[in-house]
Protein backbone atom coordinates (compact mmCIF):
# COMPACT_ATOMS: atom_id res chain seq x y z
CA UNK A 1 0.00 0.00 0.00
CA UNK A 2 1.13 3.58 -0.88
CA UNK A 3 0.90 6.40 1.30
CA UNK A 4 1.09 10.12 0.76
CA UNK A 5 0.48 12.27 3.70
CA UNK A 6 -0.18 16.02 2.61
CA UNK A 7 2.05 17.92 5.69
CA UNK A 8 4.58 16.82 4.39
CA UNK A 9 4.19 19.41 1.84
CA UNK A 10 1.57 21.80 3.27
CA UNK A 11 2.72 22.10 6.84
CA UNK A 12 -0.24 21.98 9.29
CA UNK A 13 -2.01 19.51 6.71
CA UNK A 14 -3.34 16.17 8.47
CA UNK A 15 -5.05 14.80 5.11
CA UNK A 16 -3.29 11.67 4.05
CA UNK A 17 -4.10 8.79 1.60
CA UNK A 18 -3.37 5.56 0.60
CA UNK A 19 -3.88 3.55 -2.05
CA UNK A 20 -2.52 0.42 -3.77
CA UNK A 21 -1.03 1.86 -6.84
CA UNK A 22 0.88 5.74 -6.86
CA UNK A 23 -1.46 6.79 -9.82
CA UNK A 24 -4.23 6.65 -7.79
CA UNK A 25 -3.03 8.12 -4.78
CA UNK A 26 -1.36 11.10 -7.03
CA UNK A 27 -4.74 11.74 -7.97
CA UNK A 28 -6.74 12.02 -4.57
CA UNK A 29 -4.05 14.36 -3.75
CA UNK A 30 -4.31 16.30 -6.90
CA UNK A 31 -8.08 16.63 -6.09
CA UNK A 32 -7.11 17.63 -2.41
CA UNK A 33 -4.92 19.97 -3.45
CA UNK A 34 -7.86 21.68 -5.55
CA UNK A 35 -10.42 21.26 -2.54
CA UNK A 36 -8.70 22.11 0.47
CA UNK A 37 -5.93 24.64 -0.75
CA UNK A 38 -7.33 26.07 -3.05
CA UNK A 39 -5.16 25.16 -6.02
CA UNK A 40 -6.83 26.08 -9.68
CA UNK A 41 -3.56 25.15 -11.83
CA UNK A 42 -1.73 22.03 -10.66
CA UNK A 43 2.13 22.43 -12.45
CA UNK A 44 4.31 19.50 -13.14
CA UNK A 45 6.16 20.82 -10.41
CA UNK A 46 3.64 19.61 -8.02
CA UNK A 47 2.99 16.64 -9.13
CA UNK A 48 6.88 15.66 -8.81
CA UNK A 49 6.43 16.73 -5.23
CA UNK A 50 3.58 14.76 -4.27
CA UNK A 51 5.57 11.96 -6.24
CA UNK A 52 8.33 12.76 -4.34
CA UNK A 53 6.58 12.35 -0.76
CA UNK A 54 4.74 8.99 -1.65
CA UNK A 55 6.30 6.09 0.53
CA UNK A 56 5.22 2.18 1.43
CA UNK A 57 3.28 2.05 4.23
CA UNK A 58 4.96 -0.53 5.81
CA UNK A 59 8.44 1.74 5.52
CA UNK A 60 6.77 4.67 6.73
CA UNK A 61 7.91 5.18 11.04
CA UNK A 62 4.85 4.92 13.85
Same mark, same amino acid.
Given at each position: /???? $??? =? ?5 EWH????? *???? %? ?5 ? /? ?5 ? =? %? %?? @?? /?? $? #????? %?? *? @?? #????
Amino acid at each position: /MRLF $ECG =TLVPGCEWHTRADE *DAEV %IRRSVEH /MRQAHGE =T %I %IR @ET /MV $E #NIKAR %IR *D @EN #NVEA
